[in-house]
């Protein structure tokens, strides 16, 4: 009995191994030094570093890696489709577009006032997307996608344009490119906010498995379809802008994470949730370290690391998804010609 619950876990144990291991590895990465030895005698210097620096960029990476991870999962469980995403679903060109409004119409806001524009924008936004694909007859597998993406173009277009004629566009800067550079104690708190809409992700798991189902399936369930819906949307759009306040924009996170994850896994939400939050957060963490370590000591944004590796991946799983496509409706047919 215990040997078959660790092998059903195994991915789960080791996917927390390497986090908890690298997590420790990071945070002696950087520019000033700073050693065990010196954090274990109290020493000044390097309390200040781990407590102010190191240790809130670490959790703002580990929080960014997991929240993004679900939101894309909730995103293509609810939308049907593998490749949605906060990327795809216009969801982070919502958020950046709800930051300029608050840099325009109330520039001495703080960050938590920032991020109230960033929360409405980035849900409306998203709920738009949804309202978009839920008329279009033929939702192909590309489709889809294609529909967020030139959607988030016009949203950016638009952004880009008021950033430009209100001369923003350097204010604004900050939001368009991730990078994990600026987390300092103070002001990264408001991407702890992932944490209770993970959890609250996990609650309502199975309501997204069966919603992701279908309308139908799911009233004969007995499942409020477009509650759930509702639900699903706001909490992945709302994980999406606490971490655009916080961090700027990071692609294909909630691409190419829930899609790796489903390829072992399988499909249900309930059996890949806690692997895709743990591989989330371990692919952002290892593209940071990735970041600080190639020309240190120098940084590269993590936007940079994760676009690169990103794009690469996307177009392989396209491609794979695609392949499989055509092989089951090539199966499909063979057995209909046989019966």
Not at 88 to 103: D, E, K, V
Not at 218 to 225: A, D, E, I, T, W
Not at 258 to 269: C, E, H, R, T
Not at 330 to 337: D, H, I, N, S, V
Request: glycine content about 10%; charged content about 10%; proline content about 3%.
């Amino acid at each position: 009995m215990e040997v078959s619950v660790i092998k059903k876990y195994l991915t789960t144990i080791v996917l927390f191994a390497l986090l908890l291991i690298l997590s420790i590895w990071s945070l002696f990465i950087g520019v000033l030094d700073m050693e065990l030895s010196g954090l274990l005698q109290g020493d000044s210097a390097h309390l200040e570093i781990f407590l102010i620096s190191r240790l809130p960029r670490l959790l703002a990476i580990l929080c960014t890696g997991t929240g993004m991870s679900v939101a894309g999962l909730i995103m293509q469980q609810l939308c049907m489709n593998k490749f949605v995403s906060p990327t795809t679903g216009a969801t982070i060109s919502s958020a950046q577009f709800g930051i300029l409004l608050a840099l325009l119409f109330l520039p001495n806001s703080t960050l938590w006032g920032r991020a109230v524009f960033s929360f409405v924008f980035a849900i409306l936004g998203t709920w738009i997307f949804v309202w978009f694909i839920q008329r279009i007859q033929f939702k192909d597998v590309v489709m889809v996608p294609l529909v967020g993406i030139m959607f988030g173009n016009v949203i950016g277009g638009i952004t880009n344009y008021l950033a430009y004629k209100y001369e923003m566009t350097q204010a604004l800067s900050t939001w368009l490119v991730g990078h994990f550079s600026m987390v300092l104690r103070g002001r990264y708190e408001i991407v702890w906010l992932t944490l209770p809409l993970v959890a609250l992700a996990f609650l309502f798991a199975n309501h997204f498995n069966i919603a992701g189902m279908g309308k139908d399936f799911s009233q004969n369930l007995g499942v409020p379809y477009n509650f759930v819906l509702f639900l699903g949307l706001t909490i992945a759009a709302m994980i999406t802008a606490s971490v655009v306040v916080v961090v700027g924009s990071i692609s294909y996170i909630g691409l190419i994470v829930p899609n790796l994850v489903a390829m072992f896994k399988g499909d249900k939400i309930r059996g890949t949730l806690i692997d895709t939050a743990l591989f989330g957060a371990l692919f952002v963490l290892v593209c940071d370290m990735a970041g600080r370590m190639v020309i240190f000591p120098y940084e590269l944004p993590i936007e940079l690391i994760v676009g690169i590796i990103g794009s690469v991946l996307f177009v392989a799983l396209l491609l794979y998804r695609l392949s499989h496509g055509r092989k089951a409706i090539r199966l499909g047919r063979k057995g209909g010609g046989a019966a």
